[in-house]
């Protein structure tokens, strides 16, 4: 099996780390970097990236390997902090998280992704233009989420089938997460905030759902 690290954005290397071979990128991986990675790492039968950075940089690099269809390899996550994705993926930081992507088994996970095309590791929130609030409808499968006004959507993935759960902010109730393969929301116009980076476009209506082939998570 070969390792190869992935550090991005200057992120510490931890010492059970140091000696693996590494390749510097930016915060969100530059896809040149990963298409000349990802072909030396094919050459072994087993190969394994570990990525030390934040939920954006692992979602960049996982939807680079969707879209080359290179969900085979190997994907250890090593965040320098907690983020929602270590907690929904139970990753642990820093140095027990290094161990973990190092010495762990790859277990097959649900991909989540968005129909843009870009996958999602931590939490995805929705909100309305300009501040104001989110007004449409949305469902979890068959489930309704909500209709009318809400504050925020909020959608994350799971690390165990069905895939995603979402819930809605009312001001200050208990969230109520719905779990399901995928949620749909239709709405006047949205704008959305996928693991840290919010996009400029409005959107009338904005899908998350489990991808048919999950990716290798070394837990």
Known sequence: MSTHVLRCDGAPVPIALASLPLTQTSAIPDTGVLDELLPVMAADSLPRLIVLGEDAGLAAV???LMRTERLGVEIGYVPIDRTYGSRAYETGTGSAAAKRA?????IATPLIRDDTGKVLIGRATLVGEAGAKLEGEAYVDDTRLFTGKVAALHVSPMLEMPGLHATVQRGLRKKR??????MQLGTGG???T????????????????????PWLLVR
């Open 62 to 64: 996982l939807t680079h």
């Open 102 to 106: 190092l010495e762990g088994k790859a």
């Open 177 to 182: 997460w719905v779990e399901g393969r995928a």
């Open 190 to 192: 949205a704008i959305v």
């Open 194 to 213: 996928r693991d840290g980076i919010t996009t400029d476009r409005v959107v009338k209506r904005s899908t998350f759902y489990r991808h048919h082939e």
